[in-house]
């Protein structure tokens, strides 16, 4: 193998393939390449079924790229009485994080406590209180908050894979400098952290490599029942080209965009909707030096969290704003980055200011539409609706969910589709490992350590990074290299034109916008100049 040349893992490459139909029907059609798309793509190929994917963007290029970057029960979830969602997320939470160890880790959340801890007006537990306690005013009590996070605890299982809640005296830890005088007391629990796009990219390769189809840029645009199989039309979004394709089953997990595929798409009828909430976040230069994240209360009642991000930022979300139409692409506003820079300002020393934010990103969360009064009272379960006629091909339709339980989502959905298409192999995602994934939670040292070995010429933020994206693949992406020159062009930032290859051969890239913002964030430290370079590079291999 000649050195700048990526060597391919086992069982070949996953890059994005044409739209061309298969000879045959294959056993699932599945619309969008988000987390719930992908997972169950991954799933359905798992277990022997043939399995074409169509997303008319990127892989979570919508939904799946604009989370808060969490695997968590939920805690919030838990004044709105939702303790069997909450028990599922954090059970998928420990699951998850076994499977995904380079792109997902432990967190320490620190709650700090402060004189005016609100509820979110109309949560259950809210009001319970306020005609048991009136005195609390809709104030959150402090031992309400402990008993809390103590059912949190419990509900993650007898055996805990993170460590339990502690309380925090804030003058005496690293965690409380930079608060404002006169917060002295909080606690502090665990969630984890997921790079959520490279997730996405990652369950698809696996797909990939189990021998499912992945077509990006590729918009369904037709689909009708006939002769007990769905006939659908893909059409490429670049070229315009349209093929026909059969499936003896349909998903919709088209994300914000599901209600438009049931209706307009496959001209189904059907009662349940998705309630479109956008859900923005900012960026800015890291506001504290230890790597635990706030959560931290606004004065509504509603919480904010400031994570550590991408080594030397902070990303501080969520809002919780309805959104009219999947078609309008979702923005931060300025009333929003305005909220949540409040939020913060609240509580810490040195307020953010407007100019401090290098970044902001926003996205639709696809909510089940349970009619709740306000957006963050809206369910964050999902809903699967089956569509079954008699003697003809079953089509299966995602409502809502989240990134946590994205994994449990498809296999419950395969659950009920594989019986009706004759496919009887059990469940396997449980104890699976994606690509780059396969060593122990504790094992991150060791592979350090053994890459520093093997590739001296890799500083050590270069050489995380690297092992963060790809795990035990970081070795076979490196394969020959020497030296940094070995990896082709020096893009900036660390990224060569050897890891663009991979991320073009092995994560469905097409543009630089892909490799920047979904399959890395090093668009935040590339200069224009840089992009430049990077997409004519890309350009010229197309």
Not at 15 to 43: E, F, H, K, M, Q
Not at 68 to 79: A, I, P, V
Not at 413 to 423: D, T
Not at 509 to 532: F, Y
Request: aromatic content about 8%; glycine content about 10%; overall charge neutral.
């Amino acid at each position: 193998m000649q050195k700048g040349q990526a060597m391919l893992p086992a069982g070949g490459g996953a890059g994005s393939t044409p739209p061309g139909a298969p000879a045959g029907p294959v056993d699932l059609l599945v619309i969008g390449g988000g987390a719930n798309g992908c997972g169950i793509a991954r799933d359905a190929a798992g277990r022997g079924m043939s399995v074409t994917l169509a997303e008319m963007g990127d892989l979570a290029s919508a939904t799946s790229s604009a989370s808060t970057k969490l695997f968590h029960g939920g805690l919030r979830y838990l004044e709105y009485l939702d303790l069997p969602l909450v028990r599922e997320a954090l059970a998928e939470r420990d699951i998850l994080l076994r499977s995904m160890p380079h792109v997902s880790w432990p967190l320490r959340f620190v709650m700090p406590l402060g004189p005016d801890m609100r509820f979110a007006a109309e949560s259950p537990v809210s009001r319970i209180l306020g005609r048991l306690m009136p005195w609390t005013r809709g104030r959150r009590p402090e031992w309400l908050i402990r008993s809390g996070l103590w059912l949190y605890d419990r509900l993650g299982g007898r055996r805990p894979v993170l460590p339990r809640t502690r309380a925090l005296d804030l003058r005496r830890e690293a965690a409380g400098r930079p608060l404002g005088d006169g917060i002295s007391r909080g606690f502090e629990y665990s969630d984890c952290w997921v790079d959520d796009s490279r997730m996405v990219a990652l369950c698809a390769r696996d797909a990939a490599m189990r021998g499912a189809r992945i077509l990006t840029r590729t918009k369904v645009t037709g689909a009708r029942r006939e002769g007990g199989l769905w006939q659908v039309e893909l059409t490429d979004v670049a070229t315009g080209k349209i093929s026909r394709h059969e499936a003896r089953a349909l998903v919709n997990a088209a994300g914000p965009w599901v209600e438009q595929v049931l209706r307009r798409v496959t001209a189904t009828p059907g009662s349940e909707g998705v309630r479109l909430v956008r859900g923005s976040h900012i960026v800015t230069r890291r506001l504290f030096d230890h790597d635990r994240c706030y959560i931290l209360q606004g004065s509504d009642g509603r919480i904010v969290f400031a994570i550590p991000y991408e080594q030397d930022f902070t990303l501080i979300g969520t809002t919780d704003e309805d959104h009219p139409s999947p078609d309008i692409a979702p923005a931060c506003t300025r009333a929003e980055s305005d909220y949540l820079r409040g939020a913060v300002n609240a509580w810490f020393r040195n307020p953010v200011a407007h100019e401090d934010i290098v970044w902001s990103f926003s996205g639709l969360r696809p909510l089940h539409d349970d009619h709740a009064a306000s957006a963050t009272a809206v369910t964050r379960d999902y809903a699967l609706v089956l569509d079954t006629p008699a003697g003809l091909a079953p089509l299966l339709s995602v409502f809502g969910g989240k990134i946590t339980t994205h994994r449990h989502l498809a296999e419950e959905a395969l659950h009920r589709l594989a019986p009706l298409i004759g496919n009887s192999a059990p469940g396997w995602t449980r104890s699976a490992h994606l690509p780059g994934g396969d060593f122990p939670l504790d094992g991150f040292a060791g592979l350090d350590a053994a890459l520093q070995a093997r590739c001296p010429f890799l500083d050590d933020p270069w050489r995380r990074r690297l092992l963060r994206a790809y795990g035990t693949d970081a070795e076979r992406l490196l394969a020959g290299a020497e030296s940094a020159g070995d990896l082709g062009e020096h893009f900036g930032a660390t990224l060569t034109a050897r890891e663009v290859d991979w991320m073009i051969n092995h994560e469905f890239a097409r543009t630089a916008e892909d490799v920047l913002w979904r399959r890395s964030k090093l668009g935040l430290r590339l200069s224009g100049d840089q992009v430049a370079r990077l997409a004519a590079y890309m350009n010229g291999r197309a």
